[in-house]
Structures are given as structure tokens and as C-alpha cells.
């Protein structure tokens, strides 16, 4: 599928949001961006709020990407994957400047990816891609209406390659999905994408 409409300016943001299985599943995405990837990552993934996660260190050794837990009130870098902490909602404000909140749990969970990407919807609109991985529940499907709501695109991991289908499905079934792809397609199409506007 293509998206469905021209873009006239460049992507400036990708937000990927995973849950059961999804650790597995960052790991081939993210390894498969180059270290001058032109934009920030910014990451939800369902974690288990009673333990200290070694996400980011897990995660760092597989790409070449800068991999770290986000802080509030930090600007985001091109080539930068920042990962929502245990139990705190990740929101971008425009500018690209981070924000933590320990609001109240959406769909059952905290971090949401819901708040994530309508929060990217709107302080990027067109410039930003929303990409939904393996997991259980329905976050993030009304947050890529929200992406797609204001021009950006919506990539999701086909079911089918999921270890988990229940987030694809659920995106799928908002009908605003962009690509289907199965997981180790996924990197190549950012990478792309997010370069083609600056050639």
C-alpha cells in the first residue's frame, strides 16, 4: 500500500509502539537503521513497572543507533531512540521537547502508545510516521487515526509476523494504515521514507 497522498516536506519524527514480543521485535527494527538515521526514534514499550529495565542497554547493543530512557523536558536528536520509562506516559511537545507524565493509565497501561502518537500527530501533522509492532490489546489504534488524521504515515507489522497480533489488528482495523509489512521489512521502509525528501 502507498500512502495516500504527496508529501511536500520532509519527515522529521518516527514513533514505534510494541508490546508483548515487541523487545524482539525493536531489536530487528532498530538494527536494521543506520547510526545517520536523519531523525529521533521515540518508543513505547509495555514494560513491567516493578522491575529496573535494562531496555535501553539491550537495545543499544543492537543498533547503531544512541539508545536511552527519555527524560522529561529533553530535546529530541536525529539518530537518538528515546524510550518511554516504566510506568511514565512519552509525550512531544512541538520542538521536539519531551515530556513524562504519570497520568492515568489508557487502555490498562502506562506508557501509552495512544498519547504517544497523538501527541507526535500533533506537534509534527505530516512530518511524522507511526509504526505499531507485535502486542496484546488495542494501544495505539486510535492514535494512528490521529497520525493519519493530520497527513502523517502509518506503518504496522503484518499479524501475520507478529508474535502477538492484537495491536496490528486493532490498527489495522482503523483502515488508516499506509504499510503492511512483516518485521524485517520495516527498517528499509523508514530508512527510505525518512530520506527520500532530503535528496
Known amino acids: 500500500m502507498q500512502p495516500s497522498a504527496a508529501r511536500s516536506d ?17 531489536l530487528t527494527l532498530l538494527g536494521g537503521l543506520d547510526a545517520d538515521l ?10 513491567d513497572p ?3 529495565t535494562v531496555i535501553a542497554e539491550v537495545l543499544g547493543r543492537r543498533t547503531k543507533l544512541s539508545v536511552k530512557l527519555a527524560e ?15 510506568d511514565r506516559h512519552l509525550l512531544v511537545r512541538p520542538g521536539g521537547r519531551l515530556a513524562l507524565t504519570d497520568s492515568e493509565l489508557v487502555h490498562f497501561v502506562r506508557p501509552s502508545a495512544d498519547l504517544l502518537f497523538e501527541s507526535v500527530a500533533g506537534a ?9 509492532l507485535t502486542g496484546t490489546g488495542r494501544d ?14 502509518v506503518i504496522v507489522q503484518d499479524p501475520a509476523t507478529a508474535e502477538f497480533r492484537g495491536m496490528p489488528d ?20 523508514i530508512s527510505g521514507l525518512v530520506r527520500t525528501e532530503r535528496q
Do not use: W
Not at 38 to 47: D, E, K, T
Not at 72 to 86: M, N, S
Open 140 to 153: 495505539g489504534a486510535m492514535g494512528v487515526d490521529a497520525v493519519k488524521s493530520r497527513g502523517g504515515t
Open 10 to 26: 520532509a519527515y522529521e519524527v518516527v514513533a514505534l509502539a510494541s508490546s508483548a514480543g515487541g523487545i524482539n521485535g525493536l
Open 50 to 52: 516493578r522491575h529496573r
Open 170 to 189: 486493532a490498527a489495522l482495523g482503523t483502515g488508516t494504515v499506509d504499510f503492511v509489512l512483516p518485521l524485517d521489512e520495516i527498517a528499509a521502509v
Open 72 to 86: 522529561d523536558h529533553e530535546h529530541v536528536r536525529p539518530g537518538h531512540v528515546y524510550l518511554a520509562p516504566p
Open 38 to 47: 536523519p531523525v529521533p526514534v521515540l518508543v513505547v514499550q509495555h514494560l
Open 124 to 132: 509534527y501533522g505530516s512530518r511524522a510516521i507511526a509504526c505499531v
